[in-house]
């Protein structure tokens, strides 16, 4: 199936969390909140070291914080941070 | 082939011609899915990976919030889906087949 043309190569989950890494990011947890922030390293938990991060509530900036740990139980997900 | 690493149990089952549960998932790559989490909360997007927890990797994506004034909706490029939110995956018409949302 991942040989229709036009298609990307299939991309495994460790792939991609190799690809983001020490990028911008974007992180969404269970609460709603979302983080925003230089992707320092993260593991197979998705336990999450940001830097430079804004958190996000309700779309309002409602703080900022140096370096984050998120525990990655609390993570919907997480991908690069979209183009502004 | 690549359902090797989908199932290492699946020799069995295989030539019973059953199909695994994630091998289902394994033949809805490279297409649109559409991604149920327990909260209410939902995705879609090609699925573009997977792996044993069912993490998924999705690309295009549109996600829903669904709150009592509305449903929230946002784009985004790419992202890793955490499986342990997920509840409900259903594959959705072929590859890059765009849906209206």
Known sequence: ?84 | MRSAHVGASSSGDEASGQLLPLELVDVAIGSRVWVILKSAREFRGILRGFDEFVNLVLEDVTEYQFTESGTDTRQLPSMLLNGSNVCVLVPEGGASERTAA
């Not at chain 1, 925003?36 to 593991?43: A, K, Q, S």
């Not at chain 1, 409602?62 to 139980?73: I, S, W």
């Open chain 1, 1 to 84: 199936m991942d040989s229709m043309p036009g298609q990307h190569e299939t991309q495994r989950p460790a792939d991609f969390l190799r690809q983001i890494l020490g990028r911008p990011a974007v992180v969404k947890v269970n609460n709603g909140a979302e983080y925003r922030g230089n992707l320092v390293c993260l593991d197979g938990y998705l336990n999450i070291v940001m830097e430079g991060t804004e958190e996000f509530v309700g779309g309002e900036l409602k703080r900022r914080y140096g370096d984050v740990f998120l525990r990655g139980n609390n993570v919907i997900y997480v991908g690069p941070a979209p183009a502004k």
